[in-house]
């Protein structure tokens, strides 16, 4: 029998339809369910909830439509779900992009991450070393070893700009180095790519996914390490981050799930995470996440999924107070 799938008990159902009701709040009411991605559409974010759309109408027993509200790093979609009645009504496609790192590099942004609760995680992105193929080094001891050298030049680090996870990473690994290195800002992640494979600048921290692996395969960039706690079985023969001295803890990586404002109730909140878990379960769900370069995220208890949303909130903001970055 499949667990995930399985109906609830009829005391618990009736116990969570009666908190629901209790809310002023439940589904199948005639009116639509907006899934907001606060990205183009197109995008990782924007195909992985096109292809949770259908299978959320089919459990809430509404018609779902996908809401593309993109600019300011992600902080109009966010605002607009923050802003929104907690009735289940209108849910976020984030990541901690924009939900937890633009407040934390734009000023505009007037939301904070508590402010809304996570009920799903389908997707994990992790986050790969890369550099430049003709810098002449093959592991992170060899960048380090030619960032010391007596008379060496600044290194330079690549990122999508201030307060992204790009950035952090990066002035993350500098300091940890204890190293001086200079800041390439870009507008998106195809430029930044392609100034890499130029030789424009010298590294950078990007997600392996999206033509990345094929960009390693290559030979146009080189990959150094991963930020993560396990190998990758794409690029399983790369070594870890945690592994070099110095860098233990130097584990990251992009989640993106659904999360909902935090006024809603918890019988609704309760049931949108059951209903994420049954549609993780999906084949052609877990199909297209690893389509896309990403590993399709373990099943988790909200209680666990709270611990880890939060745990995430300080861990970015114990980086940004460490390199002292000022929203701008």
Same mark, same amino acid.
């Given at each position: 029998?499949?667990?995930?799938?399985?109906?609830?008990?009829?005391?618990?159902?009736?116990?969570?339809?009666?908190?629901?009701?209790?809310?002023?709040?439940?589904?199948?009411?005639?009116?639509?369910?907006? %899934?907001? #991605?606060?990205?183009?559409? +197109?995008?990782? $974010?924007?195909?992985?909830?096109? *292809? @949770?759309?259908?299978?959320? &109408?089919?459990?809430?027993?509404?018609?779902?439509?996908?809401?593309?509200?993109?600019?300011?790093?992600?902080?109009?979609?966010?605002?607009?779900?923050?802003?929104?009645?907690?009735?289940?009504?209108?849910?976020?496609?984030?990541?901690?992009?924009?939900?937890?790192?633009?407040?934390?590099?734009?000023?505009?942004?007037?939301?904070?991450?508590?402010?809304?609760?996570?009920?799903?995680?389908?997707?994990?992105?992790?986050?790969? %070393?890369? #550099?430049?193929?003709?810098? +002449?080094?093959? $592991?992170?001891?060899?960048?380090? *070893? @030619?960032?010391?050298?007596? &008379?060496?030049?600044?290194?330079?680090?690549?990122?999508?700009?201030?307060?992204?996870?790009?950035?952090?990473?990066?002035?993350?690994?500098?300091?940890?180095?204890?190293?001086?290195?200079?800041?390439?800002?870009?507008?998106?992640?195809?430029?930044?790519?392609?100034?890499?494979?130029?030789?424009?600048?010298?590294?950078?921290?990007?997600?392996?996914?999206?033509?990345?692996?094929?960009?390693?395969?290559?030979?146009?960039?080189?990959?150094?390490?991963?930020?993560?706690?396990?190998?990758?079985?794409?690029?399983?023969?790369?070594? @870890?981050?945690?592994?070099?001295?110095?860098?233990?803890?130097?584990?990251?990586?992009?989640?993106?799930?659904?999360?909902?404002?935090?006024?809603?109730?918890?019988?609704?909140?309760?049931?949108?995470?059951?209903?994420?878990?049954?549609?993780?379960?999906?084949?052609?769900?877990?199909?297209?996440?690893?389509?896309?370069?990403?590993?399709?995220?373990?099943?988790?208890?909200?209680?666990?999924?709270?611990?880890?949303?939060?745990?995430?909130?300080?861990?970015?903001?114990?980086?940004?107070?460490?390199?002292?970055?000022?929203?701008?």
């Amino acid at each position: 029998m499949n667990h995930a799938n399985a109906p609830l008990p009829r005391r618990q159902w009736l116990l969570a339809c009666a908190g629901a009701l209790a809310s002023g709040a439940t589904w199948a009411d005639g009116r639509v369910v907006s %899934l907001i #991605v606060p990205y183009p559409a +197109g995008g990782g $974010s924007d195909i992985v909830a096109r *292809q @949770l759309q259908p299978e959320l &109408g089919r459990r809430l027993g509404e018609t779902v439509i996908v809401e593309n509200l993109a600019g300011a790093s992600g902080a109009i979609g966010t605002q607009r779900v923050v802003s929104a009645a907690g009735d289940g009504h209108t849910l976020l496609a984030g990541s901690p992009m924009e939900i937890m790192l633009t407040p934390l590099g734009m000023a505009a942004a007037r939301y904070k991450p508590e402010d809304l609760q996570p009920v799903g995680q389908f997707a994990v992105t992790t986050m790969v %070393l890369l #550099v430049r193929s003709n810098l +002449g080094v093959n $592991s992170v001891d060899e960048l380090l *070893q @030619l960032a010391r050298k007596p &008379g060496a030049r600044e290194l330079s680090y690549g990122s999508i700009g201030p307060g992204s996870l790009y950035h952090l990473l990066g002035e993350r690994f500098t300091q940890l180095a204890r190293l001086k290195t200079l800041h390439v800002p870009y507008k998106g992640m195809a430029p930044l790519v392609q100034d890499l494979i130029s030789g424009q600048f010298d590294f950078a921290f990007v997600p392996l996914a999206g033509n990345i692996p094929d960009v390693i395969e290559s030979g146009r960039v080189k990959a150094l390490a991963l930020a993560a706690s396990q190998k990758h079985p794409k690029l399983s023969s790369l070594p @870890l981050m945690k592994d070099v001295k110095g860098f233990e803890d130097f584990v990251y990586g992009l989640w993106s799930g659904v999360q909902v404002p935090r006024s809603t109730p918890e019988p609704l909140q309760q049931k949108l995470h059951q209903i994420c878990n049954e549609i993780l379960a999906v084949p052609e769900v877990r199909r297209t996440i690893e389509a896309g370069g990403s590993s399709v995220a373990p099943p988790m208890e909200l209680a666990a999924l709270r611990a880890s949303y939060a745990a995430d909130i300080d861990k970015y903001r114990a980086i940004a107070k460490a390199i002292n970055l000022q929203p701008q």
